[in-house]
């Protein structure tokens, strides 16, 4: 009898034994599936809309002009490392930009060719044109940046109805756009 009560407090522990590993177990998965919701939930995406393309050429100084409209849609800030017209990069030099305000009214006219861009000055906009840095362009989220290239590589006045993509560059995504290259229109002055 002795032995019989010693062998059912033996299954005791390891019974005991077999809850306790189980319930670490179930507890350790409950706080992985507690912290990839939090993660997942909390993580915010970039996402940048391009509107407004356009890429001109003015016949008579067989120079091009591009511009963009960029809008920051997602929930983090984010910088524009590189911009990019028919696969050859835009020098930091040639690029200048604005960022909107909501109160603008340029943000619901279409842009247009600009022969003073590099003056800095734009139509429509409550500031002017600035030339961009060489390390890039930050944009806040829900902020529209309004970029004009100057004399983007490879465009002439040959590429005149053409298609031409111009992908801008951030640290975890490339966002292109097409548009067709137009004759530039008498010129804003």
């Known amino acids: 009898m002795i032995r019989l009560l010693r062998n059912r407090y033996a299954l005791a522990t390891v019974i005991t034994t077999l809850i306790i590993l189980v319930v670490a177990i179930l507890l350790a998965g409950v706080v992985c599936y507690f912290a990839i919701n939090v993660v997942s939930t909390t993580v915010q995406q970039e996402s940048l809309s391009i509107s407004q393309a356009h890429i001109w050429v003015n016949a008579t100084t067989d120079t091009a002009q591009g511009a963009l409209m960029i809008t920051n849609t997602g929930g983090r800030d984010l910088v524009i490392n590189q911009i990019t017209v028919r696969g050859q990069q835009c020098q930091w030099a040639d690029v200048f930009y604005l960022i909107a305000k909501s109160t603008d009214t340029g943000l619901t006219s279409p842009l247009a060719y600009n022969a003073t861009v590099a003056a800095g000055v734009q139509t429509g906009f409550a500031n002017a044109l600035v030339k961009a840095p060489s390390t890039g362009l930050a944009l806040s989220s829900g902020d529209t ?18 298609t031409v993509a111009s992908t801008v560059f951030t640290a975890q995504a490339m966002y292109t756009q097409e548009t067709n290259v137009q004759a530039a229109a008498a010129p804003v002055s």
């Open 145 to 162: 940046m309004v970029v004009y290239i100057t004399s983007p590589d490879s465009v002439t006045i040959n590429d005149v109805g053409l």
